[in-house]
């Protein structure tokens, strides 16, 4: 059911925890399942993310996907966390089973959340992110 990584990222997940003063955070839920995710990120002068955390509240794929994607955006540019997509976080873990695919959505919509609260604390505007969508459905296909 579960591929090798995800299992690894739900037993030993990385970058567990808060980041005190973190340039960017994003919260994000969904109330049918329960899943809660936090990202925490601190983001440098030069706008790269130094280090990314995270926080969630949900199930073993919830937790493998958090802690995927905070090891995905750790290292890149503002512009090119903003490119790590629900597909990016499922593939990266070999796959999920289509009711966990609400999992990774989650995990994208996190790391646009922080990207926002961080443009929004700098008073910045990250060119192609948008403003938050009503609500993330785990019946939106991993390619939307």
């Known amino acids: 059911m579960y591929s090798e990584k995800v299992m690894d990222h739900f037993q030993n997940p990385r970058n567990v925890g808060e980041i005190e003063n973190a340039s960017g955070v994003g919260t994000v839920g969904n109330a049918k399942c ?4 936090r990202i925490f990120l601190d983001i440098d002068e030069k706008g790269i993310v130094r280090e990314a955390r995270f926080k969630t509240f949900g199930c ?6 958090s802690s995927m994607a905070t090891e995905l955006v750790k290292g890149k540019t503002v512009r090119e966390a903003l490119q790590v997509t629900n597909q990016a976080v499922t593939e990266a873990l070999d796959g999920l089973p289509p009711v966990k695919v609400h999992c990774s959505l989650l995990a994208e919509e ?5 990207l926002r609260d961080y443009a929004q604390k700098r008073g910045i505007v990250i060119e192609g992110l948008e403003e938050p969508g009503e609500e993330i459905h785990e019946n939106r296909h991993i390619t939307d």
């Open 110 to 114: 996190a790391i646009r959340a922080a």
């Open 60 to 65: 073993g794929a919830a937790v493998a996907t």
């Open 34 to 37: 329960g899943d809660i995710m």
